[in-house]
């Protein structure tokens, strides 16, 4: 296929472009390169990768290239409540209005595959898992930008929404600002950790799922269209606290406290059914532990001390 992938340069989308690639697709990226990333040069030697610098936001632009795609897949976007907080209008512009233009100059036959995130579902309903038909209550502005691209995602005829859990793992664009990844990179060089709010339940899966979740997709775009889907992992809907108690298991001197004053910005609390997921036929190959894992090793190479004397 032809495949048009906005935002394709950040975390996901360098596992995600690469992997397409390999199966045969032609992949044009449209990035900013908001975070100065090279992740995507190992792509450039496929005569079927284009990549061009740009804003997802830009008509002209975005109307050209649609114009050449089968499959366009939404990346672009400002991620996470923090740096969401830092602008409001680009999160708005880039999170719902961009995905809101392209369903618009997509024509009926195109197919769009949008992730979003599960913390659309806010704070869930004490004990009861948040299935695809409970209430959306975004708590943020980066949930409450990531359900409106849904909503016009799905309201046309050609489109899948993966409600995402928060991801983890290694990607050539690394983000250290999501959970796992966080705290395994403090547990690795801080060996401690304070936490906020720890009996907040959070839902949790891995990178390579990720891309192999939209491969899926792809494949079975019939079956599965006119939809949203919660992809996480069944067995880590975990508490922050559950969370660290996992990462001590890898790393045994890891500390960890719970303050007992201070709020997480982020005030998501809620356990998550993937049974639908499921049934379309997608199994998640990578636990929390195998992550768990892969990070201390990736931790070994990355180090964010370029202030520090050691
Ligand atoms: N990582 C997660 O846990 C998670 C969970 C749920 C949903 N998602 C969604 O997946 C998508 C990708 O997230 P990510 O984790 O890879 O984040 P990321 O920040 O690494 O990637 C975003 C990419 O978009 C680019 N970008 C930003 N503004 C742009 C603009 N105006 N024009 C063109 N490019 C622009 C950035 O350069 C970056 O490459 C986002 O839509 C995000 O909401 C991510």
Known sequence: MKI????????IGSVLTPTLLALGHE?????????KQSSLLDCCQHEKFQVIRGDARDEALIKAL??????????AALVGVPLCNTDAIATKTTNQEAVEMLCRLASRSQWIIVPVTNSGYGIGDKGKSCTEDSPLRPISTYGVTKVKAEVAALSREN???????TVFGLSPRMRLDLLVNDFVYRAVNDRAVVIFEGHFKRNYIHIRDVVRVFAHGISNFEKMKGKPYNVGLDDANLSKLELCAEIKKHLPKFVYLEAPIGEDPDKRDYIVSNARIAAAGFKPEWNLDRGIRELIKGYTILRNTIYSNV
């Open 4 to 11: 048009l992938i906005t935002g394709g340069a950040g975390y």
């Open 27 to 35: 992949v044009t990226v449209l990035d900013s390169f908001y975070f």
């Open 66 to 75: 649609v114009a050449k795609a089968d499959l366009i897949i939404p990346l």
């Open 159 to 165: 489109s899948i929404s993966f409600r995402l859990a």
